[in-house]
């Protein structure tokens, strides 16, 4: 019991010699970073917005100055409507008015609320019930909806349209920044003047459960700012890096990184959706990217897909062979023999961040063998998001790095394989749920956040995820079976589109079952048009495989095959309840 507690107090003492690698200014508040980068970077591009006027494409760039100056203009005309220390709702897709929306609320006019584009109307109503809203900042598509919540008893005072075409029954975003330019032209000092406590709440985020209601986060302003000075301590991001936020900004994740990035004079465009995200790696120039396990899986798939038709399967082997061993003398060739990759996306790509759920390791490990620097992150909402990390100088495949350097992370209660339960301190971590104190005491534990999944730490301090403590199946024998352990083996699988590993009860025990979505497309260029029937037979086939390299109790011993997709949230992850509903 004694050498593991010196192994333990090493591994401590290991990861904080390491783990910050940058020097980075701290600041408590958003509203620091933000104008520290204005005054540093004034004439850097903040953002690039692209117009389409039906078939003409024109571009507009904003600098960080002009950027300052909207952020100023619409946080003053928020405060002339009367909404200083209101909490003001944000929903639409990712564009420049949700990135100055959200950014000009948290640094000087009162508490952000961003929402989920994708809820249904009645669900709209209820989040802004729940969280006690007093504005709305909208996109045109939901003026309906908005105009049937002003019609009723409703105690938000203000709708406010993000766009300058809307309809005359709203004020619009612009109107306020006009309305806003002309205060600060005669001396209105309320917004700059606007005093941040920085430990109060800033922002109210719901998160996206996968297996129950949505919970309403709690963030501070020194929650997210120590996420942002954190992350700038374990990752190098340049001021001439371009970024494109790819993530919904009602996301943690989401938001944090534009965050981040605006932190550190990145120029920041927006993604035309998800069928034009090479295209837009090309366009933009994108050399920063952060995104879902799910695509950079996708875009693997794809790449190797390609190589393997012009027959260049070998010669790819052969050539990372070579790179790896000039690596070992530190010669770095890999941008340049695998240079026609890199082109076909974009040719500027250096750095791409996944986070939200665990990524194969083979894919982090491809995308890091053509020359892009592939991490893994490590989070939740309740964490402001980000608690571990992969960097350039620590990278273990199919880890999730190592602890922020503000951030302690424990393994509690764990078992004889060292998993148990992955608990966190720090400041990021949140104030608490919404008006909700029992679910609020359940994950507050002595100042130590419970995140509810499970994990180990090696003897090296990396953090190894397991999967989450809901999705544990415990068989009638007492071994434990991990869903995402298993998942990563059959996303693997070429055809595989996404996939659900689950326990169908039988008796008084369960069978290991999954539930695999295939790629139409996949399938009918590489075996034709056969039938379903064909289809599942081959998928059997690579299973029965599968199961040749797992313990005799984690064998798939049932299968659901589809092509319909499952359910969902915005950041890719699978809805496991709803999904178990509709099998059941």
């Keep these: 019991m004694l050498s593991l507690i010196i192994n333990l107090n090493k591994k401590v003492i290991y990861i904080k010699a390491i783990r910050k690698l940058y020097d980075s200014v701290k600041y408590d508040t958003i509203r620091d970073y933000i104008n520290s980068a204005i005054k540093k970077y004034p004439n850097n591009k903040a953002f690039i917005i692209k117009n389409k006027d039906n078939k003409n494409v024109t571009y507009k760039n904003i600098t960080y100055s002009e950027f300052g100056e909207d952020i100023r203009a619409l946080g003053s005309g928020l405060i002339n409507h009367g909404l200083e220390n209101k909490r003001i709702a944000i929903i639409g897709k990712n564009r420049y008015e949700w990135a100055i929306s959200f950014v000009s609320i948290l640094c000087g006019v009162g508490i952000t609320v961003p929402l989920d584009k994708g809820l249904p109307s009645q669900e709209i109503k209820l989040s802004l019930e729940r969280a006690k809203v007093d504005a709305v900042i909208f996109e045109d598509e939901y003026s309906d909806i908005f105009e049937e919540i002003k019609n009723e008893k409703t105690t938000i005072k203000e709708f406010i349209c993000m766009n300058s075409n809307c309809n005359n029954k709203f004020i619009t975003l612009y109107d306020l920044i006009s309305e806003g330019k002309k205060l600060l032209q005669d001396g209105d000092t309320r917004y700059d003047n606007h005093i941040i406590n920085p430990r109060e ?56 990184a534009l965050l981040l990035f605006l932190s550190d004079g990145v120029t920041n465009v927006f993604c035309d959706g998800l069928r034009h995200i090479q295209s837009n790696l090309k366009e933009y120039k994108v050399s920063v990217f952060v995104c879902v396990p799910l695509l950079l899986e996708a875009m693997y798939k794809k790449i190797n897909s390609e190589v393997e038709k012009q027959g260049k399967t070998k010669i790819l082997k052969i050539a990372n062979k070579i790179s790896h061993f000039l690596l070992k003398f530190k010669i770095d060739i890999r941008r340049k023999i695998f240079k026609q990759i890199l082109d076909n996306l974009g040719g500027n790509l250096r750095f791409v961040i996944s986070g939200a759920s665990a990524i194969d390791k083979n894919v982090a490990k491809g995308f890091y063998d053509f020359g892009i620097l592939t991490v893994q992150g490590y989070g939740l909402t309740e964490t402001s998001p980000v608690l571990s990390a992969e960097n350039e100088k620590c990278i ?6 190592l602890p922020l350097p503000e951030v302690d992370i424990k393994i509690d209660n764990p078992n004889e394989e060292g998993i148990g339960e992955i608990i966190a301190k720090g400041p990021n971590i949140m104030l608490g749920y919404y008006e909700m104190p029992e679910e609020t005491n359940k994950v507050l534990k002595d100042g130590w956040f419970y995140t509810g999944d499970l994990g180990y730490i090696d003897n090296d301090g990396f953090i190894f995820i397991t999967g989450r403590k809901k999705n544990v199946i415990v068989l009638k024998n007492g071994k434990n079976v991990y869903p995402e352990e298993i998942e990563l083996l059959i996303n693997n699988l070429p055809y595989v589109a996404e996939s659900m590993v689950f326990g ?81």
């Design 396 to 401: 273990k495949f199919g880890s999730v790095g």
């Design 504 to 584: 169908a009860p039988k008796e008084d025990d369960f069978i290991i079952s999954a539930k695999i979505v295939y790629n139409k497309d996949f399938i009918l260029d590489k075996y034709g048009d056969i039938s379903k029937n064909e289809i599942r037979d081959i998928i059997w086939k690579d299973i029965k495989k599968i199961n040749s390299t797992l313990s005799n109790y984690k064998h798939i011993k049932n299968l659901i095959v589809t092509d319909e997709p499952m359910i969902k949230t915005t950041t890719q992850k699978v809805k496991r309840f709803e999904e178990m509903k509709k099998i059941k």
């Design 201 to 256: 709440v800033a922002s109210i985020i719901f998160t996206s459960g996968t297996t129950s209601m949505s919970k309403a986060v709690m963030l501070s302003n020194i929650n997210i700012a120590s996420n942002i000075y954190n992350i700038n301590c374990a990752e190098k991001i340049y001021d001439t890096d371009v970024n494109m936020a790819f993530l919904p900004l009602h996301h943690t994740f989401g938001s944090t």
